[in-house]
């Protein structure tokens, strides 16, 4: 079983930065593609941006590209999403997911459901 425990949401103004993380427990983190999808109210959940396990390789949605990163410290167990320049259409509940089976482990899926892990989420809110 994985637990994952998102924390570094909060209230920031448009412009501003946040950084997000998200613990993961379990030895075989190190082995999951990763992922942070988003869903703001009366919305589907969106993906925003994923991490292989392998090479490190990421991928990002259209409307968080050149704004977000996202990485990982296998060390530790954790990945992180840096949110730059954040715009008020970035607010919603940010969760931090696991793909376990890693279809291509070079590649991050971006479909929410080819993750099978899921954290409780955390609230970002970008004032205007």
């Known amino acids: 079983q994985v637990q994952l425990v998102e924390s570094g949401g909060g209230l920031v103004q448009a412009g501003g930065s946040l950084r997000l993380s998200c613990a993961a427990s379990g030895r075989t983190f190190s082995t999951f593609g990763m992922g942070w999808f988003r869903q703001a109210p009366k919305k589907e959940r969106e993906f925003v941006a994923g991490i292989s396990w392998i090479g490190g390789n990421t991928n990002y949605g259209d409307s968080v590209k050149g704004r977000f990163t996202i990485s990982r410290d296998n060390a530790k167990n954790t990945v992180y999403l840096q949110m730059n320049s954040l715009k008020s259409e970035d607010t919603a509940v940010y969760y931090c997911?696991?793909?376990?089976?890693?279809?291509?482990?070079?590649?991050?899926?971006?479909?929410?459901?080819?993750?099978?892990?899921w954290g409780q989420g955390t609230q970002v809110t970008v004032s205007s």
């Open positions: 997911a696991a793909d376990s089976r890693a279809t291509n482990p070079r590649i991050p899926s971006t479909t929410a459901n080819e993750y099978d892990y």
